[in-house]
């Protein structure tokens, strides 16, 4: 839980209670009474739904971080940039006057949505668009697909798809040691409009599928509904997080990078611990632990069975009543290659990367599960129809494909796998 100015400035939002807001915001950072008159204006037009941010950055004293933070919320025209100035949204989200103001302007956009999805990624081009098909097959209102310093193509397969306004795809500017998921994360969540429409989001890397268990109404809404619904039951009357399992996907100690789709190419399973949130979006303040939320107010939390739980990273044992989280973390170990050649979301370009050890992470006790993913197979299909997709599709498995090929030459990769694997016993 945050501090108690936001917990009542959160309850004077749930209020539409105006003139207490900017009162509350001015008397937090000991606004003078002509800073205070600048926070009144900007607040009523938030109201009307008309702020521009150019007379309060005038008349208020505010720090670069700030000015950069209302310039990108309320831009004087649209940008889809994620600039540097913004990289200390990859240690925490201030509590300070920019932000309290930009958390009241996101309260004042009416719901027209159930739920957004939001992913970092970098140089995942090759399997970028079924994970895309996937939530869009299951009915989510909004994907938001954030990246960063991909040369495989995958910059222009999402800026297409944001052209013909399947996604919106921004792009993250990052450097050294900033994490560009957490970047990523925070900044869609304070600043991005769109997503305020939505009232639940979920954060989510760009190989986590997830798959309703047993629905009839076999979508995202269903699977929130139906939760909510369990929760209800166990006399939880509000929820705030949905913590969802991972099963932990794997191949039997696969090599090569076979054609096909994700989804169907592996379907060797383990349970698993760790959890990814669906969280109410007006409650969430940070995302900086990446798989929970940091909650405004207390909230509830629960599992797929509609239990409370406590908000944290693992908990067991694992649930699976009504949906979960397919983790398709390794895939093949020439797939596993490139994912260790990225990087890791959470640490920066400049953190330590994957050991190739690694990729024996579930490859024991696995166990045979196929789910359905026909209506992601069938959108796929039907972009795959469009030749200019169709083509930046190929062109980035080509060029995926040739990076493996290098690596094979500079590091030997065969001989790699047989090495990290000779005491494993594959899965048959």
Same mark, same amino acid.
């Given at each position: 839980?945050?501090?108690?100015?936001?917990?009542?400035?959160? =309850?004077?939002?749930?209020?539409?209670?105006?003139?207490?807001?900017?009162?509350?915001?001015?008397?937090?950072?000991?606004?003078?009474?002509?800073?205070?008159?600048?926070?009144?204006?900007?607040?009523?037009?938030?109201?009307?739904?008309?702020?521009?941010?150019?007379?309060?950055?005038?008349?208020?004293?505010?720090?670069?971080?700030?000015?950069?933070?209302? #310039?990108?919320?309320?831009?004087?025209?649209?940008?889809?940039?994620?600039?540097?100035?913004?990289?200390?949204?990859?240690?925490?989200?201030?509590?300070?006057?920019?932000?309290?103001?930009?958390?009241?302007?996101?309260?004042?956009?009416?719901?027209?949505?159930?739920?957004?999805?939001?992913?970092?990624?970098?140089?995942?081009?090759?399997?970028?668009?079924?994970?895309?098909?996937?939530?869009?097959?299951?009915?989510?209102?909004?994907?938001?697909?954030?990246?960063?310093?991909?040369?495989?193509?995958?910059?222009?397969?999402?800026?297409?798809?944001?052209?013909?306004?399947?996604?919106?795809?921004?792009?993250?500017?990052?450097?050294?040691?900033?994490?560009?998921?957490?970047?990523?994360?925070?900044?869609?969540?304070?600043?991005? #409009?769109?997503?305020?429409?939505?009232?639940?989001?979920?954060?989510?890397?760009?190989?986590?599928?997830?798959?309703?268990?047993?629905?009839?109404?076999?979508?995202?809404?269903?699977?929130?509904?139906?939760?909510?619904?369990?929760?209800?039951?166990?006399?939880?009357?509000?929820?705030?997080?949905?913590?969802?399992?991972?099963?932990?996907?794997?191949?039997?100690?696969?090599?090569?990078?076979?054609?096909?789709?994700?989804?169907?190419?592996?379907?060797?399973?383990?349970?698993?611990?760790?959890?990814?949130?669906?969280?109410?979006?007006?409650?969430?303040?940070?995302?900086? =632990?990446?798989?929970?939320?940091?909650?405004?107010?207390?909230?509830?939390?629960?599992?797929?069975?509609?239990?409370?739980?406590?908000?944290?990273?693992?908990?067991?044992?694992?649930?699976?009543?009504?949906?979960?989280?397919?983790?398709? *973390?390794? @895939?093949?170990? #020439?797939?596993?290659?490139?994912?260790?050649?990225?990087? =890791?979301?959470?640490?920066?370009?400049?953190?330590?990367?994957?050991?190739?050890?690694? *990729?024996?992470?579930?490859?024991?006790?696995?166990?045979?599960?196929?789910?359905?993913?026909?209506?992601?197979?069938?959108?796929?299909?039907?972009?795959?129809?469009?030749?200019?997709?169709?083509?930046?599709?190929?062109?980035?498995?080509?060029?995926?494909?040739? @990076?493996?090929?290098?690596?094979?030459?500079?590091?030997?990769?065969?001989?790699?796998?047989?090495?990290?694997?000779?005491?494993?016993?594959?899965?048959?």
């Amino acid at each position: 839980m945050q501090s108690s100015f936001l917990h009542d400035l959160s =309850r004077l939002c749930d209020e539409n209670r105006h003139e207490e807001i900017s009162k509350t915001i001015s008397a937090r950072f000991s606004l003078d009474a002509a800073q205070s008159a600048h926070v009144d204006a900007f607040v009523e037009e938030l109201r009307q739904g008309r702020a521009s941010a150019t007379s309060l950055i005038d008349g208020v004293k505010l720090s670069p971080g700030e000015v950069a933070l209302l #310039q990108t919320r309320f831009p004087d025209k649209p940008s889809t940039i994620f600039n540097a100035e913004l990289d200390f949204f990859a240690e925490s989200v201030p509590e300070n006057l920019a932000t309290s103001l930009i958390y009241a302007a996101n309260r004042f956009i009416p719901k027209t949505g159930k739920v957004a999805v939001v992913a970092s990624v970098r140089n995942e081009g090759p399997w970028i668009l079924e994970w895309i098909a996937h939530y869009k097959g299951l009915g989510s209102d909004l994907i938001v697909v954030v990246h960063n310093d991909s040369d495989d193509g995958t910059n222009e397969i999402l800026d297409y798809l944001s052209a013909r306004g399947e996604i919106i795809a921004i792009r993250n500017v990052v450097a050294g040691p900033v994490s560009p998921q957490r970047k990523a994360f925070n900044s869609v969540l304070h600043l991005l #409009q769109d997503v305020h429409a939505c009232e639940w989001v979920a954060f989510l890397d760009a190989d986590e599928f997830l798959v309703p268990l047993g629905r009839l109404d076999e979508t995202f809404a269903g699977v929130i509904d139906d939760i909510e619904g369990r929760a209800r039951q166990e006399g939880s009357a509000i929820v705030d997080a949905i913590l969802l399992h991972w099963r932990w996907f794997s191949s039997p100690l696969q090599y090569n990078w076979e054609p096909g789709l994700t989804t169907e190419r592996f379907t060797f399973s383990a349970e698993n611990d760790h959890v990814k949130s669906i969280a109410r979006i007006s409650n969430v303040w940070s995302m900086s =632990r990446l798989h929970v939320p940091a909650l405004i107010r207390p909230g509830r939390a629960v599992n797929s069975a509609g239990h409370e739980v406590s908000i944290s990273e693992q908990l067991k044992p694992p649930r699976y009543e009504v949906a979960q989280i397919n983790h398709y *973390f390794a @895939k093949s170990f #020439q797939e596993f290659v490139l994912k260790k050649a990225r990087g =890791r979301g959470a640490m920066g370009l400049a953190g330590p990367s994957r050991e190739f050890e690694n *990729f024996l992470w579930g490859a024991h006790q696995l166990s045979f599960q196929r789910g359905d993913f026909s209506r992601t197979m069938g959108l796929l299909q039907s972009w795959l129809n469009d030749p200019i997709l169709s083509k930046l599709n190929h062109a980035s498995e080509e060029n995926s494909r040739l @990076k493996v090929r290098q690596f094979e030459q500079e590091l030997d990769l065969p001989k790699l796998h047989a090495e990290i694997t000779k005491y494993v016993k594959p899965v048959t």
